[in-house]
């Protein structure tokens, strides 16, 4: 896995199961064996204490406490326990230290280095490599692109179709590159302070130069930056002032804007000028050997029976003539297995393997979500943003 320090997604995963079991067995209230289980998960999370970074080992000792206060009650009033611990610890990609002020720790639904890295992202080799050459470079060695002259960016836009991996790019490159993302999510920012938008959007980018270097991540920005903002002038303020701050980033403010839509044409062209947004990244559907990745990342600490392989799973989700599957379909396809892999063992107490008919009974219940017509059009966007229409 990525640096030093990074925390084992393979074991962050396997938590994640035992967790889930644990839920099932409570439920079920078969104590004795929601014992074993959480004896497995401290000693889980014991490694995941022991290989974190310093600013995270404090996370995971926390959640480890919980568990052993759980431990302590299940050995001793089982039928007292409400609920299992931690759900608001478990790293979704999202834990470390915040250490901006209140005020500007409130602009951002997120605010902290991630902890995934391209390791956990399959394929898009492409985009790994526009975003390095975007975002880690220029925010790294700020000296050298200004004294060769390099232009450095403001703004990135990361378009393409739902559930293929926009969002968790971003995330995956904050914690590939070392450098924190700080989320900004338009719903917040238009009903944070009603009447008062637009001056979030200007504090919101006082508050990136404070806690630059960062990215600043504004998905689905087509809520924020509409082709046409209906009602109210509220919208428009806000993004008149959006406009304005992104023109006013200059290399020396050391972050840069990534943005991520589905609906690029429904975005106000005036985003798209260099200043504002300098370069879009497509995001595509997964091919072949990054669904075979997926799976593999996905399916990964359960034993895979003979008949199945990853090379099959991926060829069991080529795309059909009119569709395709989304990097989030197969993430579906993989929890649905793991699911019902943890159901069977929490009720037979046997750990079964991955087997082809898990693997087709999950696939009955996850179709392909992308239609290629859908994918003409972004392919059609990115090759001129100004000359396809506005979407239905
Ligand atoms: N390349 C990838 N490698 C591994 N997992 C991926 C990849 N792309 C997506 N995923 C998985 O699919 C999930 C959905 O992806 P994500 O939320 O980033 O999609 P999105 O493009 O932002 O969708 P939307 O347009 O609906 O916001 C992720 O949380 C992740 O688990
Ligand atoms: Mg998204």
Redesign the pocket.
Known sequence: MGGPGRIALSSIKEFKTLRQLLRVQLQAQKYAEAIVTTKKILTILKGLELSAPQEVKDVWRKTAESYRTLLEKLEKTPKQIAAIPGQEETPDGSIGAVDLPKDCAEMFSSASKSTLGFN?????EQVKEDLKDSIELPLKYPDKWQKLGVKSISGLLLY?P????????AKCASGQFNIRLLVADPSVVMSKYVGESEKVVAKLFKCARKAAPAIVFV??VDKLIPLESKGSEVPQRVEAQFLQEMSGIKPESNFIVVM?T?EPWNLNPAIIRPGRIDRWVY?PE?DRE?RQ??FE?NLSGLTISGEVSYYKLAAMTEPTDTRCYA??DI?AICEDIRLHIAKDWAETDILSPVTMQRVKDAMKKVRPSISKQQISRYIKWGKDPKATGRSV
């Open positions: 956990d992202l399959a394929g898009l393409g739902p559930g293929c991996g926009k969002t968790y790019v998905d689905e991520a589905n995001v997964p990054t990745r997926i990342l990097a989030s993430t």
